[in-house]
Structures are given as C-alpha cells and as structure tokens.
C-alpha cells in the first residue's frame, strides 16, 4: 500500500509548484512529528511518503492508496481541500490533529475516518487510534491483506 502522510499549510506560506522554494521566515514552526511518528509505526511492506506543504509542493495527482492529514485549526480549510481532491478520486483519507480529535463530527464531513473514530485491529481484536488497521464503522481494511 502506498501511503501519503500530508502537514497543509496555509495559502501565504505553502509551496505551490515543485520550482518553488520555501519562505525565508522568521517563525516558530510545528514539527512533522506525528507524521514521522504514524510512518514509523506503519507495518513493513508499506511505502510511505511524507509532504509538509511548508516546504515541497504536494502533488494532488499522486497515486496513493490512502491519504493521511495531520493539520492544526488555522490550515483546516486546506485540509478540507486536499482531502476533497484525493475522495474524488478514491483515495480514502484519514485525518489527525486537534480539529479531528476536538471537532471530529465537523472533519468527519471531508474525510473517511478521524483519529477519535474507533478501530480493530483484525489480528489482535484491540482497539487502536492507528488508521492502517480496521474502521469498525465502515468495515473497511487501510492495513495490509
């Protein structure tokens, strides 16, 4: 399965085209570190691709097979956006985050799954936060086969 683990970034600072370079800036900036952490925790036999909008462009045409969002309340909107493109064509999203967990009826509305939705995994019956496993919800499987 390929998995692309998404930071948006609001409009003044994003990284539009693959030319493009990132802002010189004076700021303090939120680390990537869920999404390192998600791609670390992904079982074996998966690729797993990370795009922080600050600083490459996000190629909404790429060909994944799962999406995943970890975004903050300001870039919401451009988490919305991107998730619109990739459901369109099928791609299922899952999202992460403080609108997610805070506000998940409202981030349920533009993505399939959000971190306070539950899940199983299949092989242990537990229940985990980690999207890659099983939505009891919709009984779709994100894992591996």
Known sequence: MRILLVL?????VRVKTPAERALPREMLRFSVLPLTTVAALTPEGHHVLI???????????????????????????????????????GVPV???????TF?????LAHVA???????????TGQRTLYPWWFCMDCEHRFGPE
Do not use: H, Q, W
Not at 94 to 100: C, I, N
Not at 103 to 107: A, G, H, L, W
């Open 113 to 123: 799954v959000s971190e306070t939705a539950p899940f199983k995994n299949p092989e």
């Open 103 to 107: 506000c998940s009826d409202e981030v």
């Open 94 to 100: 899952v999202a992460g985050g403080y609108p997610p």
């Open 51 to 89: 795009c922080d909008e600050n600083v490459e462009a996000l190629d909404l045409e790429a060909r994944v097979d799962l999406v995943g969002l970890s975004f903050m309340t300001a870039v919401a909107p451009r988490a919305y956006e991107i998730a619109a493109a990739f459901r369109a064509r």
């Open 8 to 12: 948006p970034a609001a409009a003044a």
